[in-house]
């Protein structure tokens, strides 16, 4: 049932397929509040460059391997450019998702809603990133769980290249107890 469906036609079969329908892939609002709001900042000088994003929007976390959500309906607040003591860039990204909300065993959980900090920090060779969700389902059969990510993408600059590795340590934990949809792990 979460499928998306795309006009097509096959040649060979002489078969089509027709996609046009009301069900909305990807409708989504985003912004900054400085750019949105100038008057409350006219010289740039406050920290007051938040963006946000509203609607039915893609989701991607520790390179998908946390989160990887095609369409997910959400609000989110980050915070950019936050830097000093060697940190190059710091951004903070807060999210609430209310539907639509995909769980371990790929089952969705129409009852689920989630809250979640995801990071990311550039360092003169290294990015790290430190992300965590939580998922609250009013499911009793579903359950609730907490999902965490920490990973670094180093550079090493080569004689022509310069070559990226990335380790990654993922897990999950299901306060209320296992179930095909949440568990424990790493």
Not at 124 to 146: E, G
Request: glycine residues 10%.
């Amino acid at each position: 049932g979460r499928t998306r469906t795309f006009t097509s036609y096959d040649f060979e079969g002489d078969r089509g397929i027709d996609g046009e329908n009301l069900d909305v892939q990807s409708l989504f609002f985003e912004g900054d509040f400085g750019e949105i709001f100038p008057r409350l900042d006219p010289y740039d000088t406050e920290a007051l460059d938040y963006g946000f994003s509203v609607g039915r929007q893609p989701m991607s976390f520790q390179q998908g391997l946390l989160i990887n959500e095609d369409m997910i309906d959400a609000l989110t607040v980050t915070r950019n450019t936050l830097y000093g003591n060697g940190n190059l860039n710091l951004r903070m990204t807060g999210v609430y998702a209310w539907n639509r909300i995909n769980r371990n065993n790929n089952v969705p959980d129409d009852d689920a809603s989630m809250v979640g900090l995801f990071t990311e920090s550039d360092f003169r060779r290294a990015t790290v990133n430190l992300d965590i969700a939580y998922v609250n389902s009013q499911n009793p059969t579903l359950r609730d769980s907490v999902a965490f990510g920490v990973s670094a993408i180093q550079r090493v600059h080569g004689f022509h290249n310069t070559y990226n590795s990335s380790a990654h340590l993922l897990g999950s934990y299901a306060p209320e107890g296992e179930t095909g949809a949440a568990g424990d792990g790493l």
